[in-house]
């Protein structure tokens, strides 16, 4: 589906206007002098893209990284007569529901669905490619997918015409601002899953935390992947600027987004730092658990070794034993069973054998393990 955004004066007065369905087709190609044009493509085909392609004049190879979603965070410049940028983007978006999620939908880049789940929630994030061509006079942007970030600078920048008075290339920074924040909120989700992974293996770890942690950090390092290059983009597109594309006043716009691009990536960081914590905890754990309960038997079998010794060494079949045929013999061996264990298992907790470890019971909080909230 292709529609348009005009922003031209009339009348003195700045006016932006829309327009949808077979009419936008005809114009998707560069505005006249003193109009500025947004022309967004979604869940485009071919017949879209040979439309803009012969409307704008497209390089084919950038044409056809637009059928194909599954490019890096790339920015190319075509120059020439009417020169361009063609800039490639991502951004991560949690998904509403993790019932009847397409998961065979998967790009030779990275998995298009990562997942992330604790004990008691699962969350299911969707990574969002977002494809832009940025001219002198006009914005092209291509996605194959819903974007709310494409969608909410869609209606700031038709509802405020000042905002498109500025250039394509401010509204290409609205865009890209908006997608790079859209990232902060699955931050905060990942997060909480993190300190709740991190809560249940202090309470009581299983076999199955540890997969949710190599599920979580599989889902980190995919994040990384895609949002390491995507700083060097924006810094590129920084650097352009007093170009063609890209003005003098919006080059400063983009070092904003790299700056938070460079939040996202130290935040991913931490995660993954974080979780490889995790997993020493979680096997140390283990081995404590090990321990607890080798030395529950050690303990069984010491106060059985006595029982053991006794009924071997009167229970051996000989003629000549003492006390063989005195009545009061068994009350004192029976009184031996008992004592005997009873004084081992009274000297083993004047010990402190039986007794937890002095730090079972602190919580993580008080022993100052629980971890601060990304801000």
């Not at 084919?60 to 920015?75: S, T």
Request: charged fraction near 20%; glycine fraction near 6%.
């Amino acid at each position: 589906m292709i529609r348009v955004l005009d922003f031209a004066t009339e009348n003195g007065l700045p006016m932006v206007r829309e327009t949808q369905g077979e009419a936008a087709h005809a114009l998707a190609c560069p505005p006249p002098p003193g109009t500025v044009r947004w022309v967004d493509v979604s869940r485009q085909t071919p017949d879209d893209l040979d439309i803009i392609a012969r409307g704008f004049h497209f390089h084919p190879l950038a044409v056809e990284d637009c059928l194909h979603f599954d490019q890096r965070p790339k920015l190319e410049e075509y120059a020439g007569t009417s020169p361009y940028l063609f800039v490639v983007t991502h951004n991560f978006n949690i998904l509403p529901s993790t019932l009847n999620v397409r998961t065979d939908e998967n790009s030779l880049h990275m998995p298009r669905l990562l997942w992330a789940e604790s004990r008691s929630q699962m969350v299911a994030l969707a990574m969002l490619e977002n494809h832009a061509f940025l001219g002198q006079n006009y914005l092209v942007t291509v996605h194959d997918e819903h974007s709310p970030a494409l969608t909410q600078t869609w209606h700031r920048v038709k509802s405020d015409p000042s905002l498109f008075s500025r250039g394509p290339d401010f509204v290409y920074y609205l865009l890209a601002d908006g997608l790079c924040d859209a990232n902060f909120p699955v931050l905060e989700q990942l997060g909480d899953i993190l300190d709740e992974l991190e809560e249940s293996l202090f309470e009581n770890p299983s076999r199955a935390d540890l997969h949710r942690i190599y599920s979580l950090r599989k889902t980190l390092v995919s994040m990384r992947r895609v949002l390491s290059p995507q700083r060097d983009v924006i810094g590129n597109l920084a650097r352009h600027g007093g170009s063609a594309c890209v003005s003098d006043k919006t080059a400063p716009y983009f070092r904003d987004i790299y700056d938070h691009l460079t939040r996202v990536f130290e935040s991913i960081e931490a995660g993954r730092d974080l979780l490889g914590n995790c997993v020493d905890a979680y096997m140390s754990a283990v081995g404590q658990r090990t321990n607890e309960i080798m030395k529950q038997l050690t303990i069984l079998s010491a106060l059985l070794l006595p029982v053991t010794f006794l009924t071997g060494l009167f229970g051996m079949n000989f003629e000549m034993m003492p006390f063989k045929s005195q009545t009061v013999f068994s009350l004192v061996l029976i009184l031996m069973f008992g004592f005997v264990p009873g004084g081992m298992f009274l000297w083993f907790r004047k010990k402190g054998w039986l007794g937890n470890s002095s730090l079972e019971g602190i919580s993580p909080r008080d022993s100052g393990r629980h971890l601060t909230k990304k801000g």
